[in-house]
């Protein structure tokens, strides 16, 4: 038989005879009206994982991870507030529906599950995309399968909560005295994101610095099949610095309540993380066809089974006078029949069919925030001070995007940078000098040396209406971290409908050609896993210039359109001032005025040349510029286009670029495998464009030292592959 229904049976077996196990006596603040409220909280989520098997069986229902032997934490949701945001591991059905009917009003949390089970269209929090839980009503952002990745940005909520008292944005959505609740079982504890979430709270906090966040442990002893050695989450967690602990029998009701309420107090009053460790069971396998027998003897699978916390309950709740046994079976039995009628009616409702109607939330709503006039003059005036003669001379990039940087801050208050050595120091390369010293480090943070909690901290602030421009230092150190960009970031808006965004903007220095430096981690070319993102915007600068506007507009698609975008900055380019021969000073620019930025999508053309068109981006750019008196030598007139924008692709605006154009070469940096110019090259073959060649990088690291460039592009190759185009040998 399946084991949900072994254990339902057995629970209206041992109701009815009152065989109930054994436990200690009711004890803890918890009002008889409110236990009741969390035992039918209880009981609906118990009654949903039941349907949720049955509608998989009769293939109305789809992939679902079950919450029985986790009802424990509708006693959590309890003790907060319905404002407090909640991050919530996938076994916590019960929890949501508590926090439901506490929030009262309108709605059916049942009917809502019940249409995320079936995929339906009519799913308000994930419209039929995935099987969520999560409510914008609720404060309960959507997580899907988490294992450990909502840690870092439940961390970044919490820190949020002080600068918002200082400088409140105008879309903040928690309390000053707010609570992040973030839960999480015993075997994502051990994951690489989740030590990376504990060390930094406790890092921030060991410094005094506010950070609010309760960390539940859902401790049911077993992660899918490998056992959690016993007594290791206390041992690891009990005596941590800046972490508090409590303790508390998660398949007690009034315990749970009791520790979940002090473990609040102390998070709420002390402005500290507190992890509050709940002892559970996990009935059933761990989701979809696992099979406990596989790993578990029977005997020790019926132990669990015995200790089923709605059992608990009903003998915690006769003991408190709250219901009979009698009462509370017969409860159970009604919201049972409730759940199974209701499921009949979300079965047949709509569900997603077509492309665009799965598409329709990757990009997500514009954001309410107005357009902003630009920095007030007087402002500049006193942060800028005696800079604003320069602003007149040639400058180099790095340069000018710090001044641009000052702008935005300046123009925009709830823009927040965060990252590694960007404080005091200013940066590897100084494009963010002096920011600290003007704007205070509560707007310009160094963190620690973990990119996870570089974006988990931008995620979380931008819930609570910041526009944060996180900077991972190098590309190559983007990869111990994608999965913040990928698998929350990016899907937040896909798994909400649009209910919820992560407006940001990521700086990132990259590319090849340092001359002195790095070696392929400081020289990294790779961008395929950023391009490869639904929704993410990624834009590449050419010049300071250019730099400068593309911020802007970065900012601008963050600020208004709720875009996650990546704004990849070529590290070479930073000190570059001369173009043909030293000294030249033709590759510094002037800073653009205020308010003067880019337009989303469209590229960048140089010269009228109609021979031959030089595709390409960042250091390709001044390569291409460098190759252009060779190529006119041959008595070749080209014309170099920028993209600019590379994920995704300006199509239109570089097809209309290329009109009238007899050839193209793409020129590109990024490697031949999985770079840039793959997808260009296929735009150009599907636009029916004639006569296109392609110059990429070696599929190769990055080499130090002479050997730095000799994998990638050169100026000297770049003419000779377009006059090899050109003449027809390409």
């Not at 508590?98 to 089970?117: I, T």
């Not at 309960?140 to 008292?165: M, N, W």
């Not at 009701?253 to 559970?280: N, S």
Request: proline letters at 6%; hydrophobic letters at 45%; one cysteine or more.
């Amino acid at each position: 038989m399946d084991r949900a229904e072994t254990v339902h049976e057995a629970f209206l077996a041992r109701t009815l005879s009152r065989e109930l196990p054994a436990g200690r006596a009711p004890h803890g603040p918890l009002e008889p009206a409110l236990a009741r409220e969390i035992f039918r909280a209880q009981c609906r989520s118990r009654a949903l994982d039941r349907v949720a098997r049955a509608m998989q069986r009769a293939g109305q229902g789809f992939y679902t991870i079950g919450s029985s032997g986790h009802e424990g934490m509708a006693a959590v949701a309890a003790a907060l507030r319905v404002d407090d945001m909640a991050f919530l591991h996938y076994r916590d059905a019960a929890f949501q529906l508590a926090r439901a009917a506490l929030a009262g009003g309108e709605g059916d949390p049942v009917m809502d599950m019940l249409l995320s089970f079936a995929a339906s269209a009519e799913d308000p929090i994930s419209g039929g995309r995935h099987k969520v839980l999560g409510s914008r009503r609720l404060c309960i952002p959507p997580q899907t399968s988490t294992i450990a990745s909502h840690l870092p940005k439940a961390v970044g909520a919490a820190y949020s909560i002080a600068p918002a008292r200082r400088q409140r944005p105008a879309l903040a959505s928690l309390r000053e005295d707010g609570v992040v609740m973030c839960s999480f079982g015993d075997a994502s504890v051990n994951h690489s994101t989740a030590q990376g979430a504990f060390n930094t709270a406790a890092w921030t906090s060991f410094q005094g610095v506010p950070l609010p966040i309760l960390f539940v442990c859902e401790d049911n002893g077993i992660g899918i099949s490998t056992r959690t050695p016993k007594g290791w989450i206390e041992a690891a967690f009990r005596a941590r610095p800046g972490l508090g602990y409590v303790a508390a029998d998660g398949l007690d009701l009034y315990d749970t309540y009791r520790a979940a309420t002090e473990a609040v107090a102390q998070a709420r009053t002390g402005r500290r993380p507190v992890f509050l460790h709940l002892r559970m069971v996990r009935l059933y396998g761990h989701a979809g066809a696992d099979v406990q027998t596989a790993y578990m003897t029977r005997a020790e699978i019926e132990a669990e089974e015995a200790n089923d916390p709605l059992l608990h309950s009903v003998r915690l709740l006769e003991a408190a006078g709250v219901l009979t046994v009698g009462e509370a079976r017969d409860l159970y039995l009604s919201e049972t029949a409730e759940v199974e009628r209701k499921a009949g009616l979300a079965t047949a409702r709509p569900r997603l069919r077509t492309a665009a109607e799965v598409m329709a939330s990757i990009i997500p709503p514009a954001r309410r925030a107005a357009p902003s006039n630009g920095p007030a003059p007087e402002a500049r005036a006193a942060a800028f001070a005696g800079e604003l003669a320069a602003m007149g001379e040639p400058q180099p990039m790095s340069r000018l995007l710090n001044w641009a940087l000052a702008d935005l801050m300046l123009e925009c208050p709830e823009i927040v940078l965060m990252g590694e050595d960007i404080g005091r120091k200013g940066g590897v390369y100084g494009v963010t000098q002096k920011l600290q010293a003007r704007f205070g480090a509560g707007r310009v943070i160094d963190t620690l040396l973990d990119e996870q909690s570089i974006l988990g901290l931008a995620i979380g602030m931008a819930h609570n209406g910041f526009i944060p421009v996180p900077e991972i230092q190098f590309l190559a150190y983007l990869h111990n971290a994608e999965d913040q960009l990928r698998g929350e970031a990016a899907t937040l808006p896909f798994f909400s409908n649009g209910q919820f965004a992560n407006p940001m903007v990521v700086r990132i220095a990259g590319l090849g050609y340092q001359k002195g430096f790095g070696g392929h981690f400081h020289n990294d070319n790779s961008l395929a896993v950023i391009r490869d993102i639904p929704g993410v915007i990624l834009a590449c600068p050419s010049d300071g210039a250019e730099a400068v506007r593309l911020l802007r507009e970065c900012v601008r698609l963050a600020r208004e359109e709720n875009r996650v975008v990546v704004f990849l900055e070529p590290i070479a380019l930073y000190p570059m001032r001369d173009l043909h021969a030293p000294k030249d000073g033709l590759w510094m620019r002037r800073y653009p005025p205020p308010g003067e930025r880019a337009t989303a999508g469209e590229v960048g053309i140089t010269g009228e040349g109609r021979d031959l068109a030089l595709v390409t981006f960042g250091n390709g750019v001044l390569l291409c510029r460098q190759a252009l008196p060779q190529l006119s030598a041959r008595g070749i007139a080209a014309r170099i286009v920028d993209l600019r924008w590379l994920s995704p692709l300006p199509t239109r605006s570089l097809l209309a670029a290329l009109d009238g154009v007899g050839r193209v070469l793409v020129v590109d940096e990024t490697r031949r495998s999985g770079g840039v110019s793959e997808g260009v090259m296929t735009l150009l073959a599907e636009a029916g464009i004639p006569g296109a060649a392609r110059l990429a990088a070696e599929d190769s690291f990055i080499a130090t030292g002479p050997a730095y460039a000799a994998t990638l592009p050169s100026a000297e190759g770049i003419a000779a592959a377009a006059v090899d185009l050109c003449r027809g040998r390409a």
